[in-house]
């Protein structure tokens, strides 16, 4: 064997996981598809982050209608946190039970919140988390305080978070995952800049899963991280029943345990493409289900504009709003429509790395005068939406979003909102099939073996050294942005795979 444990990817799901297991002296082998993303300049410059795609990949994928595009994706060590806009909320108590949405209802899940709420306290410990426990009315109980206290408002955001509570909402501040020292602002390693959302963090302070995970894990001398080993294949053993070889572009590897943690696409991928002949229609597989109900949120961005007033935030990604997370508020339309957070700030150079053909000048005065926000409403599992495989063995990705009265009723609720606010011009702009960055199912956990592929440990249902950490395990996604659920859950993952080794229960 060359490890106790293989782990496939090493972000949010694969990252935590290895720093969860480091500790037990289990061998431990990371295979990461990409390298460290380079420290540089261009890293903050929004031309080479948002128009020049510097760090995402350049593979072209199809929908369902063959049409291709470009996954706005990359790999990294750390994967996709190394870009994400750090907000971290935890689940609803509600999003655990199935519930009526109006284009359907979402399946509950076989665990609670009770279940993942200890792996929540100890991923906000790991990543960072700051925020202020009971300002959120949706927030599901917490048996402590986050470990930091909120990032601040900036004046112009804090009076805006008071005008929405004249207007009776409950704007709370938002979880954030930085490495800020309120206390001592000169010698914070984060520097509170307009470019983390949909930015890697140059000076190495945003929380994510190189930093947090990777990085502590590495501490330990029984793990290994081979980067640029892209896994294209797993091998059975004999009798079929487990993972027997981890096949990447070079080599191969063997363990005992092997963790499927490559995103939620990449992961149902890779099962796929290493059908064999006992299992024709991929690994895992036998419930047909590998690959289907494929999530990703409804999100919007939405700039407000105030033609009379500037906006000089710089660190804008404070505010969070779930007055419509549970319920419309109509109640001839009785249904959730969603969750409500800052963008980080649209400043010109991103808006024109957008929008390259608008004038420079027109650019400007939009980005001085917004206010940005990112809506999302819950999308619902359906077995059409889907990861499948071309002949070639390139991705096609079938979505075809489900719930979009809501998330259309949630933009006018809201330009209403800020119609009141003073902010008469107010634009949306719903993402596409493009916009991977929230994906989750796919491989979903779930007690019956002909409806899931996971059962509620993570493990295969079909094999039994196989298991899954990243966000495809997911059956319903919610409407709150989903790494903290995908990290908590990485450390539930991890405290089995303990009790497996202590009571030696492997293959
Ligand atoms: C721009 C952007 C903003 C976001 N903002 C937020 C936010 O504010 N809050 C939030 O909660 N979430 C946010 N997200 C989403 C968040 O990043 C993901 O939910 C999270 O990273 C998913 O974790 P994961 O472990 O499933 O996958 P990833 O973190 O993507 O990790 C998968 C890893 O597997 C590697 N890999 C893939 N294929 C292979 C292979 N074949 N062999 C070996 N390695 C492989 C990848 O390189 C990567 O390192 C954002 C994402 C983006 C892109
Ligand atoms: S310095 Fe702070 S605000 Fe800027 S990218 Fe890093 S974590 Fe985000």
Redesign the pocket.
Same mark, same amino acid.
């Given at each position: 064997m060359d490890a106790d444990v293989i782990i496939?990817?090493? +972000? &949010?799901? #694969?990252? =935590?996981l290895a720093r969860a297991l480091a500790p037990t002296g289990l061998s431990i082998l990371i /295979?990461?598809? +990409?390298d460290y993303l380079p420290r540089e300049q261009p890293n903050w410059e929004a031309e080479a982050v948002f128009r020049n795609h510097r760090y995402h990949t350049d593979e072209s994928w199809r929908d369902a209608r063959g049409r291709p595009f470009r996954p706005?994706? +990359? $790999?990294?060590? #750390?994967?996709? =946190?190394?870009? $994400?806009? &750090?907000?971290?909320?935890r689940r609803r108590l509600t999003d655990f039970a199935p519930r009526i949405h109006r284009d359907g209802e979402t399946p509950g899940w076989p665990i609670t919140y009770a279940d993942l709420a200890p792996h929540y306290d100890t991923a906000e410990r790991w990543y960072f988390a700051h925020g202020q426990a009971g300002a959120d009315p949706t927030e599901p109980p917490r048996s402590q305080a986050f470990p930091y206290p909120p990032m601040a408002h900036e004046p112009y955001m804090a009076r805006l978070a008071e005008a929405l509570g004249q207007l009776g909402l409950n704007p709370f501040p938002l979880p954030l995952?930085v490495n800020r020292d309120a206390l001592h602002p000169h010698t914070s390693a984060c520097i509170r800049c307009a470019t983390c959302? +949909?930015f890697p963090c140059l000076v190495h302070a945003k929380g994510d *899963?190189e930093i947090c995970g990777i990085a502590p894990a590495l501490a330990h001398a029984n793990v290994r991280l081979l980067r640029n080993?892209? @896994?294209?294949r797993l091998e059975t053993s004999d009798d079929g029943g487990q993972i027997g070889r981890v096949c990447?572009e070079q080599a191969s590897y063997t363990a005992r345990i092997v963790v499927l &943690? *490559?995103? *939620?696409i !990449?992961?149902a991928? /890779?099962l796929l493409a290493s059908a064999n002949a006992r299992a024709p229609r991929g690994l895992a597989n036998r419930s047909g289900q590998v690959g289907r109900n494929y999530l990703c949120h409804i999100n919007s961005a939405c700039l407000a504009i105030n033609p009379i007033r500037e906006n000089p935030t710089v660190f804008q990604?404070t505010i969070g709003i779930n007055d419509f997370y549970e319920h419309s508020g109509d109640p001839a339309y009785p249904y959730p429509l969603g969750h409500i957070?800052n963008l980080g700030k649209v400043t010109p150079s991103v808006l024109q790395a957008e929008h390259p053909h608008l004038p420079a000048g027109i650019v400007r005065w939009i980005a001085h005068h917004s206010v940005d926000w990112w809506l999302t409403t819950e999308d619902l599992p359906v077995p059409e939406n889907r990861v499948t495989l071309d002949a070639q063995g390139a991705i096609r990705l079938s979505w075809n979003p489900r719930n979009l009265e809501s998330h259309r009723r949630l933009c006018a609720r809201w330009r209403g909102i800020l119609h009141t606010l003073g902010y008469p011009l107010v634009f949306f702009q719903r993402m596409g099939i493009e &916009?991977? *960055?929230? !994906?989750?199912g796919t491989l979903v956990f779930g007690d019956n073996p002909e409806k899931s592929v996971l059962d509620p440990s993570c493990r295969a249902h079909d094999l039994a050294n196989l298991y899954v950490?990243?966000?495809?395990f997911m059956p319903s996604i919610s409407a @709150?942005?989903?790494? /903290?659920?995908?990290?908590a859950n990485?450390l539930r993952v991890a405290e089995h795979l303990k009790t497996r080794f202590a009571e030696g229960g492997l293959p």
């Open positions: 496939i990817g090493s +972000g &949010a799901g #694969g990252g =935590t /295979l990461e598809r +990409g706005v994706t +990359g $790999y990294h060590v #750390g994967g996709n =946190t190394k870009f $994400y806009g &750090a907000a971290i909320l995952a959302d +949909g *899963a080993q892209r @896994v294209i990447t &943690a *490559a995103g *939620a !990449q992961s991928a /890779l990604k957070q &916009a991977t *960055a929230h !994906q989750a950490a990243d966000a495809s @709150v942005n989903p790494s /903290l659920t995908v990290m990485a």
